[in-house]
């Protein structure tokens, strides 16, 4: 590998790009190695998981990019600055950077001054080496921005190849305006709602905008309680954000509104919406049988919903084109108000229409009681649906009279069907809920699995117990176990979280 040309290593690493314990070390490899590196690392060097207030490198190399004169201006102010000159380095790496993070740089900043006054005005000559040294700007995150950094000189230049904005809705109406001004072509907007009154100045920037694929709308509730804003306009509705966010239901793919409050204005405007490949966290609840039949997604492919929307999920997924290959399930907790007949029956169906329509599915949650009905049709699915790789069952046993005498019943009859239809593509299986395997219906399961390497997530701990554990490590010896975790319930339905 280390005899690759430089094209082919970039392609490469770029693959890796998010993967930073990978590329760091790749960087020690050789000098060829490094200089293909460097540029996909200070693409978006804030991306990473590390602690930005103890990088002093990443400080040092900003900082001495500064001109000697701004260098002699901020010392006098009391700001500490290295001695290390934008000549001395080995390469240019400003240049190669597309994106700002507004908090990380305002942690790398306070690496030069404790104070407030003196972390501003560093930090507005780093936003003025920014404008200066990037050939474009890509990725904009402006969370607790304090800089009017779009009237810097050059900005209307690196501004207009904005690629993706997040921001939230405290941040003041004049750079809202700003941005709709200058940025008319961004594809991922992402917006953290966290003040009820700032709704009109999105719209703007919304409405501006010419090919946005990936909108994001999250209400923040630990930012900011709704309820303290009686009577604020736009409490209660969402309706012109919705309505501007209409202008670009012919371009956007993926759509992720975590609302509080439901607005009607939403049932009129999704069904316009025919391009979508992603839909996430979307207030079904409202929607009638007729208005849910509106909302055909030919060309949907993830499908995320609460699992209390089941209905609604059927009837979208025997709309779509058999395109759909994620139908994921968000965390749950039942309550009084919940209507648990119902929700089982719409389990039912729900199976039923993933294997008629769904002939790509890849991942897969469920959620149903451990019931003969249930087990069949999850039977049937798993000998149709071939190109199954993730499997996430959550069993919700409302019956349960002995309780652990049902568990250990409900998961040995949960075992018999996989073993009985599992598709050969299995690679991950989680389990939750009302199910526990005892040692010898465990270890039938996994001997009839060889060869899988097969990762299981579950948030039952009992399997940590040391007979567990040695069943376990044997079939991990043997290759037919590759992973066998216990994680939190939450960590377990969320197929996001990787194992």
Known sequence: ???????????????????????????????????????????????????????????????????????????????????????????DYLSFCRSINVNTINIITSIGSSLDYEQFLLQQEFYGLFMEKFSELKYLDMKSIKHQIFYFSGARLRFETLYELKCDTSIDSSYFYGLAHLCQYIQRLIIFNVNPNSYHVIEKLIKVQKNLKYFEWKDDYDSVDFFYYPGLPGLDSYKDILLALEKSANTITHLNIDLVYKDRTLQKVLPKFHKLKIIENLFWDNFSEEQLKMCVYHDLEIFKIDCFNLNAAFIIIENSGGHIKKILLKPYEFDDYIDIDNLFDDSLILIRNVYKNCPSIEYLSLLFPPSKDHLNELEKLLKICQNLKSLLIVIADCSCEDYSEKIFENGENLLKTLNNSSSPNIKEIRFCGDSLFSLEVLEEFLGKWKGCALSILTSDYIYKEDDYNRLINKYKNNGVIKDFICESHINVVNMDFKI
Do not use: H
């Open 1 to 91: 590998m280390s005899k690759l040309n430089k094209d082919i290593l970039f392609l490469i690493f770029e693959e890796l790009q998010n993967d930073s314990k990978s590329l760091f070390s790749s960087l020690m490899v050789n000098k060829l190695w490094c200089e293909t590196v460097i540029p996909l690392l200070w693409k978006n060097p804030w991306c990473y998981d590390i602690n930005y207030s103890n990088k002093n490198y990443l400080f040092i190399i900003i900082a001495s990019y500064l001109s000697d004169d701004i260098k002699g201006l901020l010392t006098r102010q009391g700001i500490q600055l290295p001695s290390l000159s934008y000549q001395s380095l080995l390469f």
